[in-house]
């Protein structure tokens, strides 16, 4: 699953959701995983707890593995007046892009974690 939501504002303008974001399984410019590079940022894999109760058992193996970077967002939407598939179609919106702007982020902060050398 790409997404949980947790609960919805009584005015309906807002929902928390948990994103469940994939980690690219590429290299950084130290030439470890993007995956060990999160982990590292995150103090550890002991630090690693999901967010969210219940998850599957593959969804928390992944989260462990940090295949998948889980990020608690609040999705404002446009409108109160909106059907129940315009908001789904703003969370996926938000998904999208959140996912984008994540990557994009932790291609820069992460670029160079893990990297070792001598003067």
């Not at 949980?4 to 994103?19: D, G, K, M, P, Y």
């Not at 703003?90 to 990297?115: C, D, H, P, S, W």
């Amino acid at each position: 699953m790409n997404y949980h939501i947790l609960s919805q504002e009584e005015n309906q303008r807002t929902v928390n959701v948990i994103f469940h974001i994939p980690i690219p399984a590429a290299l950084n410019s130290a030439g470890i995983t993007w995956q060990a590079a999160v982990v590292k940022e995150l103090g550890g894999a002991a630090n690693i707890v999901p967010q969210l109760p219940g998850i599957t058992s593959q969804e928390d193996s992944a989260l462990k593995a940090v295949a998948l970077y889980e990020k608690h967002v609040n999705v404002r939407f446009s409108s109160t007046n909106l059907t129940n598939a315009q908001r789904l179609a703003q969370i996926k919106a938000t998904y999208t892009a959140e996912v984008a702007r994540l990557v994009a982020e932790k291609q820069i902060t992460l670029n160079f974690m893990g990297l070792e050398g001598d003067v």
